[in-house]
């Protein structure tokens, strides 16, 4: 099993800027990709970004050139820098692993971000 735990969601206003990390624990050997999916109320989740443990990077068109995904292997944690943040960024950040040897995802609990504008 492993365990996710993000942090850094929050209230912020239209252009301002956050920073999520995710930390995962457990049984992280053969953790391959991390990533961020978020889901707003009456939508489906969607994909934001994903990093490989090569730090191979993709990347939401709605988020290109806004918002940075990072992981520091060391400590088997990744980060989503969000800046310039639109009301609709607004939705719970949840980050997510997968294994692939495995054949597993693993998904956090959520992390809510609110951008007013």
């Known amino acids: 099993q492993v365990q996710l735990v993000e942090s850094g969601g929050g209230l912020v206003q239209a252009g301002g800027s956050l920073r999520l990390s995710c930390a995962a624990s457990?049984?992280?050997?053969?953790?391959?990709?991390m990533g961020w999916y978020r889901q707003s109320p009456g939508k489906q989740r969607e994909l934001v970004a994903t990093i490989t443990r090569g730090g191979s990077t993709n990347y939401a068109d709605s988020v290109l050139g806004r918002f940075t995904i990072s992981r520091d292997n060391g400590k088997d944690t990744a980060y989503l820098q969000m800046n310039d943040l639109k009301p609709e960024d607004t939705a719970v950040y949840y980050c997510?692993?997968?294994?692939?040897?495995?054949?597993?995802?693993?998904w956090g609990k959520g992390t809510l971000v609110t951008v007013s504008s």
């Open positions: 997510y692993v997968d294994r692939v040897l495995a054949g597993d995802i693993y």
């Open positions: 457990g049984s992280i050997f053969g953790i391959n990709t």
